[in-house]
């Protein structure tokens, strides 16, 4: 039996693979179909097909990324009482809306809300998303302070990490073409680490996170191999260029 | 309705949900909503550096886009 999958990278393929059939690494084989296109202006999915060694103790989820999940059945009382809670919420907003267990990961408990008026329940830069996220996560500290709840819909956050990503290469070859340092949006601390593991690996930039409190902006700094300068105040390097 | 929506979440989330109450001021343009809730429980609704607060706000404004009224929302104490 084989299945195809997709990643951003071969790892995350793999990953996602081994999620979906709950499986270990070590219970299937892996053939890269399309390694996907290298570039900075467009990284597409790296494509893989698994084959299972076992056929017989596997039972394939019926789930596929870009379609709505089927709900997770006899979910417990902290779930229950915690997709009930996001429910009533949107309900009361005046929207109305299913919510789903989309995903169990080690103390993550993933939720898709399925409704009509997903755009205004992901808000502008997915702000209404991220309430709803955090109000969500301190009722749930009540019940169970070891959880994290992730709340999405129509896969808004791993279309968001992918835009950020794309935005962050994108916005590195600038600085790399004009040698001038750049200044991105302010991010919280989960989108700021994306970009700066993402552009880990890029040579001749280096990035920083600048300002004070939860929003942080990073800067994207030209960094040439052949005058690298160790000083490390953003405003001096500025005046070099 | 807004006042159903803020009276929820304050209730989800204090130790003494009896002691919550919401009052509605109605303007022309927006509503203004009164949250009064126990005084232990102060720091549950506004949270570190007003984050909850932040967000009953946003989601507050996300439901009010629906009936086309602003609505702010004031925590009292």
Sequence with gaps: MTRDFEGKTEQEAIDNAAKELSLDRENFDVEIVDPGKKGFFKKSNVKIRIHLHNDKNIEPKKVQRSEPVVPAKNENDFEKSVIDFVKNVIEKMGYSAEVQIAYRKDNKLGLNIV???????????GKNLDALQLLANVYAGQLDNTKKIIVDAENYRIRHEEQLVRMAYRTAVQVKKTRKSKLLEPMNPFERRLIHTALNDVVDVETKS??????KQVRIIYKGSSQRSSDSSVSSRDDLL | MEKDLVEYIAKSLVDDPDSVSVSMVEGEKSTILELRVAQDDIGKVIGKHGRIAKAVRTILSASATKSGKRAVLEILD
């Design chain 1, 210 to 215: 600048e300002g004070e409190g939860l929003y």
């Design chain 1, 115 to 125: 409704s009509s008026n997903s755009a205004i329940i992901i808000g502008k830069k």
